[in-house]
């Protein structure tokens, strides 16, 4: 524990050194009195340093949000800064008490480095005036075109000159520092570009601009009644809302940024924002500036190997101490030094080559990234952030509709196969494959390779086969993923399946009743009924028994089995007749599966979908018996001849079920003439199919 604590304390220091010029910075930067940056930094340590969330990133005043400050305290004043970042962190807490926080980390990557870029770079024009003593111009447009004269300014001024080679030199100091020999490299560059300047600005001939610090109790602005009652005006709600967005947005993806630096306890993203959120709450409450979760910071307590959140507790404490036992060092800093600092993280903010990786990975991704950071400093951070998300959903909204439409061309016939998304981006692509075979007096449409097929696709399909059928057109073939079937299925057919559907159910209910000598329920397994709509084509369907296998009525509940009737088994040899019941003629001792003997006639049990049978021939040439539900067979004008029992042969064995407990649903029928026809309760329907020539 003591060792802990003893890296904890050193991490602590470093953090202090890298937080107070950035406090220091990030102040003048959005022209408010430095003190309010300092006073931030300090809610960010000891008030979110204690709460749950990430134990080891550090909060505080972000150079992300200066411009956006400055150009609200320059617009409505610094007394309105403590209502607007109250609320903002009112809305926070809300947003993690409401465990939105994890939907930061749905946003683009595009968007959120462009976001990034699109913050640095009206700093890097921001602080471009600082580093000469010269106020900016406002905003990132206007900041550009000035440049020219502020080039010509700065060339007759030598006063100017001097505080721009102190900030070229701080510049140049972050940028380097990093490839100095250690252990002088572990000192954070900031603080020597400042240290540096200071003794450097006391030289005779830099009479530079230095910072004003004044007393930082004095800086203190607390919220009053007044000030609130004007956040109803729709541009402070607006500041509100961007506030709220931008700094959680920084605040969660710096902590994505710092979990994968440590193999410490990961964020709770949640507890993070509601954290933020009550540190803004306060910073409000007292006219500080915003704060979040600084990358800068939290890299430097994580490199000086903290382990727990006592570091940003004690930063928080040194920076306090700093601030109100020795203010009188703060005026000595040359704002220029402040300037290069800053300009340095708006650099690394913007990270140009960032750009070139994202446009080499995906060239749709490297488009939202550049409309991003275009969009953000020709308007504003919010406008431009909706626009990169926006132009993100829009890139997501076109690969998610990637369809391939296949046609071909057979003589008289056309086929065209979808697959893929179809949405309605989609839309002028399939009309004009719908149209290239409209000519054509047969056509076949298969969609059931379609993965997603909204609406507008499945209309602009139906209406255009409902067009091709009142045109004339002599086959419409139609296969939605909905519907295995041709859409040209007349609806009566639907409706009589659903009417034998009914049926099938009432008949199971009276089945459920009949109950066997020993008093328990006769088990009926009944195959669930598939409707018209559902049906796949007969000729696509083959029977899997081979031949010689017993014929099989499904959906009827014919196949009985010894324990349902309690009948000893006996087939004779080479043919076996589940489901009917035969006058009596069997051998003593023995009895058909399924044949009811004298004064033992079957129950059909209840029909509840579509029968299959399995057709076999007798081999006295007698052919299969046709059942309908609800009825009793008993062998009328079935007669068979006696056949001698041979023991130890039970003939062909029933066929198996599949492991659902369901038989393929169609076989093909045969053509008419002797031994063909049609079995089962759909006789109506497949007579209709096939021609009543096959009847029986």
């Given at each position: 524990?003591?060792?802990?604590?003893?890296?904890?304390?050193?991490?602590?220091?470093?953090?202090?050194?890298?937080?107070?010029?950035?406090?220091?910075?990030?102040?003048?930067?959005?022209?408010?009195?430095?003190?309010?940056?300092?006073?931030?930094?300090?809610?960010?340590?000891?008030?979110?340093?204690?709460?749950p969330g990430s134990s080891l990133q550090v909060s505080g005043p972000a150079a992300g949000l200066a411009v956006l400050v400055l150009e609200f305290v320059t617009e409505h004043g610094v007394g309105m800064l403590g209502p607007v970042v109250l609320v903002s962190g009112l809305l926070q807490m809300a947003l993690g008490a409401l465990r939105a926080g994890r939907f930061f980390q749905s946003i683009s990557l595009a968007v959120v480095q462009g976001m990034l870029a699109g913050i640095g770079v009206p700093l890097i024009l921001s602080q471009t005036y600082a580093m000469v003593d010269t106020k900016q111009l406002g905003t990132a447009l206007k900041n550009i075109g000035g440049l020219p004269d502020l080039a010509t300014t700065v060339a007759g001024d030598s006063t100017k000159l001097a505080a721009l080679s102190l900030g070229v030199m701080a510049l140049v100091l972050c940028f380097v520092w990093k490839k100095v020999p250690a252990p002088l490299s572990k000192v954070p560059a900031p603080l020597i570009a400042v240290v540096l300047g200071c003794l450097i600005g006391l030289l005779p001939g830099f009479d530079v601009k230095k910072v004003s610090f004044g007393n930082m109790l004095d800086a203190v602005n607390f919220v009053t009644p007044s000030s609130m009652s004007h956040l109803l005006d729709p541009a402070l709600l607006?500041?509100?809302?961007?506030?709220?967005?931008?700094?959680?947005?920084?605040?969660?993806?710096?902590?994505?940024?710092?979990?994968?630096?440590?193999?410490?306890?990961?964020?709770?993203?949640?507890?993070?924002?509601?954290?933020?959120?009550?540190?803004?709450?306060?910073?409000?409450?007292?006219?500080?500036?915003?704060?979040?979760?600084?990358?800068?910071?939290?890299?430097?307590?994580?490199?000086?190997?903290?382990?727990?959140?006592?570091?940003?507790?004690?930063?928080?404490?040194?920076?306090?101490?700093?601030?109100?036992?020795?203010?009188?060092?703060?005026?000595?800093?040359?704002?220029?030094?402040?300037?290069?600092?800053?300009?340095?993280?708006?650099?690394?903010?913007?990270?140009?080559?960032?750009?070139?990786?994202?446009?080499?990975?995906?060239?749709?991704?490297?488009?939202?990234?550049?409309?991003?950071?275009?969009?953000?400093?020709?308007?504003?951070?919010?406008?431009?952030?909706?626009?990169?998300?926006?132009?993100?959903?829009?890139?997501?909204?076109?690969?998610?509709?990637?369809?391939?439409?296949?046609?071909?061309?057979?003589?008289?016939?056309?086929?065209?196969?979808?697959?893929?998304?179809?949405?309605?981006?989609?839309?002028?692509?399939?009309?004009?494959?719908?149209?290239?075979?409209?000519?054509?007096?047969?056509?076949?449409?298969?969609?059931?390779?379609?993965?997603?097929?909204?609406?507008?696709?499945?209309?602009?399909?139906?209406?255009?086969?409902?067009?091709?059928?009142?045109?004339?057109?002599?086959?419409?073939?139609?296969?939605?993923?909905?519907?295995?079937?041709?859409?040209?299925?007349?609806?009566?057919?639907?409706?009589?399946?659903?009417?034998?559907?009914?049926?099938?159910?009432?008949?199971?209910?009276?089945?459920?009743?009949?109950?066997?000598?020993?008093?328990?329920?006769?088990?009926?397994?009944?195959?669930?009924?598939?409707?018209?709509?559902?049906?796949?084509?007969?000729?696509?369907?083959?029977?899997?028994?081979?031949?010689?296998?017993?014929?099989?009525?499904?959906?009827?509940?014919?196949?009985?089995?010894?324990?349902?009737?309690?009948?000893?088994?006996?087939?004779?040899?080479?043919?076996?007749?589940?489901?009917?019941?035969?006058?009596?003629?069997?051998?003593?001792?023995?009895?058909?599966?399924?044949?009811?003997?004298?004064?033992?006639?079957?129950?059909?049990?209840?029909?509840?979908?579509?029968?299959?049978?399995?057709?076999?021939?007798?081999?006295?040439?007698?052919?299969?018996?046709?059942?309908?539900?609800?009825?009793?067979?008993?062998?009328?004008?079935?007669?068979?001849?006696?056949?001698?029992?041979?023991?130890?042969?039970?003939?062909?064995?029933?066929?198996?079920?599949?492991?659902?407990?369901?038989?393929?649903?169609?076989?093909?029928?045969?053509?008419?003439?002797?031994?063909?026809?049609?079995?089962?309760?759909?006789?109506?329907?497949?007579?209709?199919?096939?021609?009543?020539?096959?009847?029986?």
């Amino acid at each position: 524990m003591s060792a802990s604590f003893g890296t904890d304390f050193v991490a602590s220091i470093v953090v202090f050194l890298v937080a107070l010029p950035l406090c220091i910075g990030v102040a003048a930067a959005s022209g408010v009195p430095v003190a309010l940056g300092i006073i931030s930094g300090i809610i960010g340590g000891l008030v979110v340093g204690f709460l749950p969330g990430s134990s080891l990133q550090v909060s505080g005043p972000a150079a992300g949000l200066a411009v956006l400050v400055l150009e609200f305290v320059t617009e409505h004043g610094v007394g309105m800064l403590g209502p607007v970042v109250l609320v903002s962190g009112l809305l926070q807490m809300a947003l993690g008490a409401l465990r939105a926080g994890r939907f930061f980390q749905s946003i683009s990557l595009a968007v959120v480095q462009g976001m990034l870029a699109g913050i640095g770079v009206p700093l890097i024009l921001s602080q471009t005036y600082a580093m000469v003593d010269t106020k900016q111009l406002g905003t990132a447009l206007k900041n550009i075109g000035g440049l020219p004269d502020l080039a010509t300014t700065v060339a007759g001024d030598s006063t100017k000159l001097a505080a721009l080679s102190l900030g070229v030199m701080a510049l140049v100091l972050c940028f380097v520092w990093k490839k100095v020999p250690a252990p002088l490299s572990k000192v954070p560059a900031p603080l020597i570009a400042v240290v540096l300047g200071c003794l450097i600005g006391l030289l005779p001939g830099f009479d530079v601009k230095k910072v004003s610090f004044g007393n930082m109790l004095d800086a203190v602005n607390f919220v009053t009644p007044s000030s609130m009652s004007h956040l109803l005006d729709p541009a402070l709600l607006t500041m509100i809302v961007t506030f709220t967005v931008i700094a959680s947005a920084e605040s969660l993806f710096s902590a994505a940024a710092v979990d994968r630096m440590h193999t410490g306890p990961r964020t709770k993203y949640n507890a993070e924002l509601f954290s933020q959120g009550v540190g803004n709450t306060i910073a409000g409450l007292v006219g500080a500036l915003p704060l979040t979760a600084v990358i800068v910071r939290s890299a430097a307590n994580v490199q000086a190997g903290a382990k727990t959140k006592i570091s940003r507790i004690l930063h928080g404490v040194w920076l306090l101490g700093f601030g109100l036992l020795l203010p009188g060092l703060l005026g000595l800093i040359p704002v220029s030094v402040l300037a290069g600092v800053l300009l340095h993280a708006g650099w690394k903010l913007f990270n140009p080559p960032a750009f070139k990786a994202m446009w080499k990975t995906d060239r749709g991704e490297g488009t939202v990234m550049f409309i991003t950071t275009g969009a953000i400093v020709l308007a504003n951070l919010l406008e431009g952030v909706l626009a990169g998300l926006a132009v993100a959903i829009v890139l997501v909204a076109m690969r998610m509709s990637r369809i391939s439409i296949r046609t071909t061309t057979t003589g008289d016939t056309a086929r065209v196969e979808l697959k893929g998304n179809a949405t309605f981006l989609r839309l002028p692509k399939l009309i004009e494959a719908l149209e290239s075979i409209s000519d054509k007096p047969r056509v076949h449409v298969d969609a059931n390779g379609i993965s997603h097929l909204d609406l507008a696709c499945r209309s602009q399909i139906e209406e255009w086969a409902e067009q091709r059928r009142k045109a004339g057109a002599l086959h419409v073939d139609v296969r939605l993923p909905s519907s295995a079937e041709p859409a040209e299925d007349d609806l009566s057919a639907v409706e009589a399946e659903q009417e034998r559907v009914k049926q099938g159910r009432a008949e199971r209910e009276r089945a459920d009743s009949v109950r066997d000598p020993v008093g328990d329920t006769v088990e009926t397994e009944v195959v669930a009924t598939v409707v018209a709509a559902e049906r796949p084509p007969m000729e696509s369907v083959r029977p899997p028994y081979p031949a010689g296998a017993a014929s099989q009525s499904m959906g009827q509940g014919y196949g009985h089995t010894q324990s349902a009737h309690d009948h000893p088994t006996h087939s004779h040899p080479g043919h076996n007749h589940p489901g009917h019941s035969h006058p009596a003629h069997t051998h003593p001792g023995h009895a058909h599966p399924g044949h009811g003997q004298a004064g033992h006639p079957h129950t059909s049990h209840g029909y509840a979908g579509p029968s299959t049978s399995y057709p076999r021939q007798h081999p006295s040439g007698h052919p299969q018996h046709q059942t309908h539900p609800g009825q009793l067979h008993q062998g009328q004008g079935h007669q068979h001849p006696e056949q001698p029992h041979q023991p130890g042969h039970d003939g062909p064995p029933y066929p198996q079920q599949d492991p659902n407990g369901l038989y393929p649903r169609y076989v093909e029928y045969g053509q008419s003439g002797e031994g063909a026809g049609y079995w089962g309760p759909e006789d109506e329907w497949a007579a209709q199919q096939y021609g009543e020539g096959t009847r029986r």
